[in-house]
């Protein structure tokens, strides 16, 4: 079982950033794939961002890439989330969540994030 516990949302302007974090729990952080999904209101849930464990393969979204950075300490057991030039339609609760080697795939609470216009 892997715990997940994101931090880091809130108000910010459009144009503004922020940075997101996601601590999770277990002694075999590195071989977690680790990646970033939104959901908006009225929408479903979508992809954001992801990083492998060795941080060689990182994918973006089309809509936040040149814009977001995912990027992760694994003596912290932490994956982060940098939104820089923020927009409107990137207000959505954020979740992170994590693959195992075994292909388990784990979720956090989630965080809110609210660009304002």
């Known amino acids: 079982q892997v715990q997940l516990v994101e931090s880091g949302g809130g108000l910010v302007q459009a144009g503004g950033s922020l940075r997101l974090s996601c601590a999770a729990s277990g002694r075999t952080f590195i071989n977690y794939d680790m990646g970033w999904f939104r959901q908006a209101p009225g929408k479903e849930r979508e992809f954001v961002a992801r990083n492998t464990g060795s941080g060689a393969t990182t994918v973006y979204a089309d809509s936040v890439k040149g814009r977001f950075t995912v990027s992760r300490d694994n003596a912290k057991n932490t994956v982060y989330l940098q939104m820089n030039s923020l927009k409107p339609e990137d207000t959505a609760v954020y979740y992170c969540?994590?693959?195992?080697?075994?292909?388990?795939?784990?979720w956090g609470q989630g965080t809110q994030v609210t660009v304002s216009s």
């Open positions: 969540t994590a693959r195992t080697g075994a292909g388990a795939r784990y």
